[in-house]
């Protein structure tokens, strides 16, 4: 979601003449979009803010924005904290980027947070061309899980007009973009609060419709909302690649419990097993956190026992930390650092093996690839398969933005290795 702002911001300055440079020593202008929802990134701001502060000391003239949810959240704290910050900008207000930057230019320090009412956002193309482009349809979130802050720094749930986001994907057809995804905190609820707006799956067979659109993805899920519609639209929409993101969080009932998730651990592992049910071949990612309050031996082995029985293709996995605002940050954070540490590494450790089985297990099989781009080594191509894994392969730079077939020779750790196939006909041999 942050990607996606920082691209909209982008194609603003681009529209006004900017350009980016290779060094932060030669901007005029520098953005800083920021992220709060765990304790890292928002360290790294402050240490990239007292790196900018020695440039600015250099450069007067240079104007420096921090956008994002550490914005909308610290507000003018930032501008007292840190005279080098010229404008603070809440990540709901990105399409005023250029207005409050003009103010900026002209000597103010400005800031610009809070929530609109009105879910409209201008329809700004991705600033570069590739195959695949995101497309926000809903801003926000009212779930107000006991850790997360998302609530908070994104506000209220809103969706965008679907008159909206189908001229979006109209236009990026046109441009030659082949894959959406679809972005919101929780797309199953699309729509919901907004009377005579599609519904989700509605949603999703409209873009469908459109021509040149080969593939559709969406992120994030709530387990909670999913649907049985929407795990049928996964065998309906030809267009709907096989991958959920299905964020679980911990495989303990007590713990889910407190986290205010709204499901348990057995209603989870049925809807797993019904996406497996109506479409087998589906990849399975989720996030899940350790070390949350009250977390105990018992509840993190529960977590592991979850990651077997699902058998995850891909899993973030974070350390708890609390944030400001939320419900569990009035709760003492009484998991030991180090304890913390053990077990982030015991889950990893075990996801690491699973994934590797998982793409050794594709070893032979052809997938269909969206090439979007070069690999690491000369000659080769990168791209992506319906399921999700990056896909390395020799071929020609043309076929870049294509849809190809790849057989594949060796699955590695973090993605796959294969051979283009020419002939179609070596695909239904295969
Ligand atoms: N501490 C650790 N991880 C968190 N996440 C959200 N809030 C916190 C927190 N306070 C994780 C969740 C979420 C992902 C985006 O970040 O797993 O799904
Ligand atoms: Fe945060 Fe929960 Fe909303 Fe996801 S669903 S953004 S974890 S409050």
Not at 44 to 69: A, D, H, N, T, W
Not at 71 to 77: I, V, Y
Not at 183 to 197: D, H, I, M, R, T
Not at 400 to 420: A, D, S, T
Request: hydrophobic content about 35%; aromatic content about 6%; some cysteine.
């Amino acid at each position: 979601m942050n990607e996606r702002d920082s691209e909209r911001v982008l194609a603003l300055l681009m529209e006004q003449g900017y350009r980016i440079v290779s060094l932060p020593e030669e901007a005029d202008l520098i953005v800083i979009n920021t992220c709060t929802v765990r304790k890292k990134p928002e360290h790294k701001v402050y240490s990239l803010l007292g790196r900018f502060k020695r440039l600015k000391e250099r450069k007067p003239q240079l104007k420096i924005v921090v956008m994002g949810c550490l914005a909308q959240q610290e507000g003018e704290r930032l501008l007292d904290r840190f005279p080098q910050v010229d404008m603070v900008l809440g990540p709901d207000r990105v399409d005023e980027f250029t207005k409050g930057l003009e103010k900026a230019i002209d000597g103010d320090r400005v800031c610009m947070i809070g929530f609109k009412e009105d879910p409209s956002q201008r329809v700004l193309l991705p600033p570069f061309r590739s195959p695949r482009a995101y497309v926000n349809i809903m801003q926000g979130c009212d779930n107000f899980c006991s850790y997360c802050v998302v609530p908070y720094v994104r506000g209220p749930e809103k969706s965008r007009p679907s008159q909206e986001i189908l001229k979006e994907v109209r236009l990026l057809a046109k441009e030659g973009v082949k894959e959406v995804i679809l972005l919101g905190q929780n797309v199953n609820a699309y729509g919901k609060k907004s009377p005579g707006e599609l519904s989700f799956v509605e949603l999703l067979r409209k873009i469908a419709e459109i021509p040149g659109i080969e593939r559709i993805r969406f992120t994030t899920s709530h387990p909670k909302d999913l649907s049985e519609e929407l795990i049928l639209a996964f065998k309906e929409i030809p267009q709907l690649c096989e991958h959920i993101h299905l964020p679980f969080q911990a495989g303990s009932n007590k713990i889910l419990k407190m986290m205010r998730r709204g499901y348990t651990r057995e209603e989870y592992l049925q809807k797993v097993e019904r996406l497996r049910e109506v479409v087998p071949e589906i990849a399975i990612t989720a996030d899940v956190i350790v070390g949350f309050p009250g977390e105990e031996e018992e509840d993190f082995e529960k977590t592991l026992d979850l990651i077997e029985r699902v058998r995850f293709d891909g899993l973030f996995s974070f350390k708890y930390s609390p944030r400001k605002g939320t419900l569990a940050s009035r709760w003492p954070d009484d998991v030991p650092e180090p304890i913390k540490a053990r077990r982030l590494e015991k889950l990893q450790s075990l996801q690491r093996k699973i994934t590797l089985e998982k793409n050794k297990a594709l070893e032979g099989k052809v997938l269909e690839v969206l090439v979007d781009g070069c690999g690491e080594r000369e000659g080769q191509l990168r791209g992506r398969s319906r399921c999700n894994r990056v896909v390395n392969f020799m071929g020609p730079l043309d076929l870049i933005g294509k849809i190809v077939w790849v057989k594949i020779k060796e699955g590695l750790p973090n993605c796959l290795r294969g051979e283009l196939l020419l002939e179609e006909k070596e695909v239904l041999y295969a």
